[in-house]
T-cell receptor, first 116, second 116 residues
Framework: AQSVAQPEDQVNVAEGNPLTVKCTYS??????LFWYVQYPNRGLQFLLK??????LVKGSYGFEAEFNKSQTSFHLKKPSALVSDSALYFC??????????????FGRGTQLTVWP | ETGVTQTPRHLVMGMTNKKSLKCEQH?????MYWYKQSAKKPLELMFV???????ENNSVPSRFSPECPNSSHLFLHLHTLQPEDSALYLC???????????????FGEGSRLTVL
């Protein structure tokens, strides 16, 4: 079965500090991994993805994520947080060998708050 | 213009009303999705259409009726809803994986539904 866990409901950091939002996954085959961000009363916006290749992937707004196969993790990171990064973040996974439709499995979301 | 457009953005309806949510995608994708997002609950996948054929229906009550007349348009018809159906309804589209497509979803801004 495919699943995603975001162990922290909330993450609080001070502006200018590095931030990490954690994600672990479970799939049968090779994972395709995604991060999305949601601002209040808005839809989910795609941030970045890992498909294959370099374990460190870079995305929008200065975010990056590190794929760690041995730990089955895909943590989202940013070297210096901004107040405007405050939002709800979702990790998602699909199995490379999954159905041709490519259904994504989402985590429950982590609310990031950056204090000025 | 955003890739996925949802209308209306806000809808208030009584329990005996009939209304519809509309979604249009301008990305040339061949799959479309309805998700329900309620406060304090995970994203719920409601329906999936691939090439205009419904391929997934996750035990959604019959008071929700989807329609996909073509690959660019998706509707969610609402009839005799309950107050607990109040939520943010998100439409998404994707290209089925393969031939270079990796299957990530692109979301609309959502329709905020309140049932009185």
């Amino acid at each position: 079965a495919q699943s995603v866990a975001q162990p922290e409901d909330q993450v609080n950091v001070a502006e200018g500090n590095p931030l990490t939002v954690k994600c672990t996954y479970s799939v049968s085959g090779n994972p395709y991994l995604f991060w999305y961000v949601q601002y209040p009363n808005r839809g989910l916006q795609f941030l970045l993805k890992y498909i294959t290749g370099d374990n460190l992937v870079k995305g929008s707004y200065g975010f990056e994520a590190e794929f760690n196969k041995s730990q089955t993790s895909f943590h989202l990171k940013k070297p210096s947080a901004l107040v405007s990064d405050s939002a709800l973040y979702f990790c998602a996974v699909r199995d490379e060998r999954g159905s041709t439709l490519g259904r994504l499995y989402f985590g429950r979301g982590t609310q990031l708050t950056v204090w000025p | 213009e955003t890739g996925v457009t949802q209308t209306p953005r806000h809808l208030v309806m009584g329990m005996t009303n009939k209304k519809s949510l509309k979604c249009e995608q301008h990305l040339g994708h061949n799959a479309m999705y309805w998700y329900k997002q309620s406060a304090k609950k995970p994203l719920e996948l409601m329906f999936v259409y691939s090439l205009e054929e419904r391929v997934e229906n996750n035990s959604v009550p019959s008071r929700f009726s989807p329609e996909c007349p073509n690959s660019s348009h998706l509707f969610l018809h609402l009839h005799t809803l309950q107050p607990e159906d109040s939520a943010l309804y998100l439409c998404a589209s994707s290209q089925t994986p393969g031939q270079g497509a990796t299957g990530e979803l692109f979301f609309g801004e959502g329709s905020r539904l309140t049932v009185l």
